[in-house]
T-cell receptor, first 117, second 111 residues
Framework: GAGVSQSPRYKVAKRGQDVALRCDPI?????LFWYQQALGQGPEFLTY????????KSGLPSDRFFAERPEGSVSTLKIQRTQQEDSAVYLC???????????????FGPGTRLTVT | DAKTTQPNSMESNEEEPVHLPCNHS???????IHWYRQLPSQGPEYVIH???SNVNNRMASLAIAEDRKSSTLILHRATLRDAAVYYC????????????FGTGTRLQVFP
């Protein structure tokens, strides 16, 4: 079956531009996560949705980062006024489980590589 | 959040078993031990998880120490496709479901 897809796969933005990154989770998955991965580091959590509700946004690094999942399926991560330190791979993951159910694994997309020049 | 410690890198030859260690001395009684791996230019993928007992699946085995302060991911016969960064992660049921990755172990497999 289809896995998690993300688009675009690569994005180059000039400093100060706004970007929007899209995630299509596995159909029927309730939970959706965004992670940021800097070069040579492990992924770091940004935010978590259960259906359309954003239950945890503790990892968003600044108010320039905004995520939404209005109908409980597709999600968009938006970064306003991009800075060079925003350059990273942005990973989306989805899961069948809901908060507190640790038996379900997370399925990751291939990521969007954002380069801010 | 309880932390994990893994070696930065390990090497193996193809067809040999690989034992990837993870220390988690501050693990709590309800933390699950999860392993994910990340192949080059891909997102992480789930490998295995366990709580107290050893676990086996088609990808690997997970051996958990009796005191739960350490665990070992076992790849029974390494292939070139197993070259990846392996992450050992503790998940707490009262936390949100986010995964907290460390720097992982980079496994190199030689033909």
């Amino acid at each position: 079956g289809a896995g998690v897809s993300q688009s675009p796969r690569y994005k180059v933005a000039k400093r100060g531009q706004d970007v929007a990154l899209r995630c299509d989770p596995i159909s029927g998955h309730v939970s959706l996560f965004w992670y940021q991965q800097a070069l040579g580091q492990g992924p770091e959590f940004l935010t978590y949705f259960q259906n359309e509700a954003q239950l945890d946004k503790s990892g968003l690094p600044s108010d320039r980062f905004f995520a939404e999942r209005p109908e409980g399926s597709v999600s968009t991560l938006k970064i306003q006024r991009t800075q060079q330190e925003d350059s990273a791979v942005y990973l989306c993951a989805s899961s069948q489980g809901i908060s507190g159910d640790l038996s379900y694994e997370q399925y990751f997309g291939p990521g969007t590589r954002l380069t801010v020049t | 959040d309880a932390k994990t410690t893994q070696p930065n890198s390990m090497e193996s030859n193809e067809e040999e078993p690989v034992h990837l260690p993870c220390n988690h001395s501050t693990i709590s009684g309800t933390d699950y031990i999860h392993w994910y791996r990340q192949l080059p230019s891909q997102g992480p993928e789930y490998v295995i998880h366990g709580l107290t007992s050893n676990v086996n699946n088609r990808m690997a085995s997970l051996a958990i120490a009796e005191d739960r302060k350490s665990s070992t991911l076992i790849l029974h016969r390494a292939t070139l496709r197993d070259a990846a960064v392996y992450y050992c992660i503790l998940r707490a049921p009262l936390n949100t479901d986010k995964l907290i990755f460390g720097t992982g172990t980079r496994l190199q497999v030689f033909p």
